[in-house]
């Protein structure tokens, strides 16, 4: 790790990290990017190490591919929009070298893995030669595919605390085509109970950044029936986002298709619990 750091330290944003290589070697080849070193982090131990405890929550380390978190049953049972959104990134192939971090650091507005890492409330543990530094994810995301990583620092592992048992979440992707593609619209949910609890929403593919919608946390809580309160975060959520035409589907589309898939998810997570 202090090698790592070290040569970050040195070459700055004239190196760059490979993990699985399914954003890097693309940009590479279509000279989006032209570095002087492409540094390989497989095979250093703290930076490959998926763990649980009750306590403590989920850490995963920068390294870890997706098949492993897709394949979990602490993450199926404990992390459902994560569980939900891995399962739904790309295909089995790329899930067997892709990572969650490198579809962090890519920083995608469509990417699939934000929007339930922000529901869940996840941090950033990044590291440099000055020391380890945890960035909450709601604070991650600066614009598109930028982040708010130093040029010497580098994600050492992604950490999530352990939601209440009370909670019920998930994420529901929409796309052209079953199979591989990116959202069209992408929305995780969380209910950290969900009669009366916190209602945490954010999407994809709807703005410059993934993004979090804090106005819907107190919905649950409002004297209204379940259908008035999903009615409610239907018209928060679209108030809030901003998203573009482009060469996937117009501003239009996305603006109606992100009401709907949210009001499909909240029935799905919140009815007859
Ligand atoms: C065919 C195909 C289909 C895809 N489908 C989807 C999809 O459905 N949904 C979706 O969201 N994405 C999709 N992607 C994009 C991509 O697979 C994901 O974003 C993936 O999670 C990237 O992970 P990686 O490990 O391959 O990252 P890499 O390509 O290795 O790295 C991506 C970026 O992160 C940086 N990085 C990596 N590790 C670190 C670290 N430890 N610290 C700091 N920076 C780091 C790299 O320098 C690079 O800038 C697809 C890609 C392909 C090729």
Redesign the pocket.
Known sequence: MDELTGMFAEYKEDA????????????LRARLIDPDYVID?KGIDE?SELSYDEEEGLTIG??VP?KELAESDIVKERFKPLWSSVN????PV?RN???????V??S?P????PPSLLVLDAEINAVSQSGERKIPIRDFFTGVKRNS?GAD????SIHIPTPPDSAEGDYLKWTRTRG????LVGVAALATDPKSGSLRIALSSIAPTPMYVPEAEGILKEEKTLNEKIGRAVQVVREKISPITDVRCSEDYRFYMAGVLTKRLLEKILEEK
């Open positions: 760059s990290i490979i993990a699985g290589g399914s954003d890097l070697l693309p940009d982090a930076m920068a390294t997706l739904q990134l790309a295909d790329i070298r892709a990572t969650l971090t490198g579809n650091c890519t995608s469509a990417g699939d893995s990583l620092e580098l994600v050492k591989e593609d990116l959202s």
